[in-house]
Nanobody, 117 residues
Framework: QVQLVESGGGLVQAGGSLRLSCAAS????????MGWYRQAPGKQRELVAS???????NYVDSVKGRFTISRDDAKNTLNLQMNSLKPEDTGVYYC???????????WGQGTQVTVSS
């Protein structure tokens, strides 16, 4: 079983930056894909960015050029560098893990990001 703990959220003004981290522990299998999702009030959870153990990345169009996802498999951490933040980036950000070829997904508890205008 995998456990995920997010950190790094907070309140920031528009145009600012935040760096989210996700610490993974437990039975981590490779290859896998890890990602960041967010959920704004009253909206569905959406994919922000994902990265495979092979380094393949995927971003939602609204964050391309502003956010960068990275992972350090030696430390079992996932990061999301968020620059040029906008109020519409506000939401709870969740880290997730999925072993490739397996349907089960593990979620963290989430971290709040609030961008003020």
């Amino acid at each position: 079983q995998v456990q995920l703990v997010e950190s790094g959220g907070g309140l920031v003004q528009a145009g600012g930056s935040l760096r989210l981290s996700c610490a993974a522990s437990g039975a981590i299998f490779r290859p896998n894909v890890m990602g960041w999702y967010r959920q704004a009030p009253g909206k569905q959870r959406e994919l922000v960015a994902s990265i495979t153990t092979g380094g393949y990345t995927n971003y939602v169009d609204s964050v391309k050029g502003r956010f960068t996802i990275s992972r350090d498999d030696a430390k079992n951490t996932l990061n999301l560098q968020m620059n040029s933040l906008k109020p519409e980036d506000t939401g709870v950000y969740y880290c997730n893990y999925r072993r490739i070829g397996i349907t089960a997904i593990t979620w963290g508890q989430g971290t709040q990001v609030t961008v003020s205008s």
